[in-house]
């Protein structure tokens, strides 16, 4: 499997601007985490799917962010404006089942610059 | 309650020396520790894991110690290499009934030859 992928690798946009951050989940897994870090504040969970259903957005920080899984192969975060502070690193990753017994695999991350 | 603290923030170590990463938790509902390691450009991967049953497990060069009245675990790295140079994160879970991880802050570990 190729693992978890992720696009863009690079994201350059300006203040006010909708960024889209996609993911592929490794096939079969049936969890997909969506994680920024940053230096400030480490890394931080800010919503999982389980079976393309949202579990827990409470990491969410604002309206602006949203996050869609329409497949199972396929997911989404979207920003909508971009601000500087969303500037961040942004990693998902999948599993294929509970955190406690199941190993999360992380793709390479997007580098969000937001001007 | 949620929380994991992760010290040192940084740590610089000569190569063949025993870097010690710690962790503290408050929740006693926790119960299963993992670590994680990420070099740079690249996402965290798991490195070793243990469960509360057990007091010390060893992969390779990596031990975990655990000290459950204590509430507390440590990532030790054997013969330390250049090539261990990264960020450690240690984090916690509930083995049933939580599908998510809590991390620590991470610790940027560099390994000087």
């Known amino acids: 499997d190729a693992g978890v992928i992720q696009s863009p690798r690079h994201e350059v946009t300006e203040m006010g601007q909708e960024v889209t951050l996609r993911c592929k989940p490794i096939?079969?897994?049936?969890?997909l985490f969506w994680y920024r870090q940053t230096m400030m504040r480490g890394l931080e969970l800010l919503i999982y799917?389980?079976?393309?259903?949202?579990?827990?957005d409470s990491g969410m920080p604002e309206d602006r962010f949203s996050a869609k899984m329409p497949n199972a192969s396929f997911s989404t975060l979207k920003i909508q404006p971009s601000e500087p502070r969303d500037s961040a690193v942004y990693f998902c990753?999948?599993?294929?089942?509970?955190?406690?017994?199941?190993?999360?695999?992380f793709g390479p991350g997007t580098r969000l610059t937001v001007l | 309650q949620q929380q994991v603290k992760q010290s040192p923030q940084s740590l610089i170590v000569q190569k063949g020396g025993i870097p010690i990463i710690n962790c503290a938790y408050e929740?006693?509902?926790?119960?299963?520790f993992p670590w994680y390691q990420q070099f740079p450009g690249k996402g965290p991967a798991l490195l070793i894991a243990?469960?509360?049953?057990?007091s010390e497990k060893k992969e390779g060069r990596f031990t975990i110690s655990f000290n459950k009245s204590a509430k507390q675990f440590s990532l030790h790295i054997m013969d330390s290499q250049p090539g261990d140079s990264a960020t450690y994160f240690c984090?916690?879970?509930?083995?049933?009934?939580?599908?998510?991880?809590?991390f620590g802050t991470g610790t940027r570990l560099t390994i000087i030859p």
């Open positions: 929740n006693t509902a926790f119960d299963y």
């Open positions: 799917f389980n079976n393309n259903v949202p579990i827990d």
């Open positions: 096939s079969g897994h049936d969890y």
């Open positions: 984090a916690a879970s509930l083995i049933f009934g939580n599908e998510k991880l809590t």
């Open positions: 990753a999948s599993s294929a089942g509970l955190a406690g017994r199941y190993e999360q695999f």
């Open positions: 243990i469960r509360p049953d057990v």
